[in-house]
């Protein structure tokens, strides 16, 4: 499938995606905070696409740089150099942290390599962990999407959306 015919199936799975958590945070009553990277806002923006979500949608943070991420979220210096930016321990401190933050039900942490550049053998282009934090839960999952930047950061924002549900 080419990208050109693949980028019609990605806009009607954000909008379904964006409409079905759209329902769930509101039928469930819970709030949500995101702290972006890789993604660029997208989960954030996702999110707000539609009226009524300022009933769940409390903060969203794009911490594309290190010095965002430990200034702002608090993800210490040790994490960043030894885990890596791009890692599952990162991910899951980014969703700990901006629910603190925030005081929402749920944290969201997204952090990964879009490309076209800045992959390595360990992680290449594509490499993307997302964790999702509730009171009495926590998972992070690591994907490896494929295409263009635009693609990979698409198809992480969906999957952010879909963790919502879990």
Sequence with gaps: MSRR??????????RNIAAITHKFLLKNKLSVA???????????????????SSRFFLLGIVAYSN????NILK???KVLT????????????LAKSIRRISGADLGIGITGIAGPTGGSKQKPVGTVFIAMVRKNRSICKEFHFTGDRDAVRKKAAIKALQL???
């Design 75 to 77: 993800i210490p210096a």
């Design 67 to 70: 010095l965002a991420k430990k």
């Design 5 to 14: 015919q693949f980028a019609p199936i990605i806009l009607v799975m954000k």
């Design 34 to 52: 995101v702290a972006e990277s890789c993604t660029g806002g997208l989960v954030s923006k996702l999110l707000t696409d539609l009226p009524g």
């Design 164 to 166: 919502c549900h879990l």
């Design 82 to 93: 030894e885990e890596g930016a791009v890692s599952a321990k990162t991910a899951s401190l």
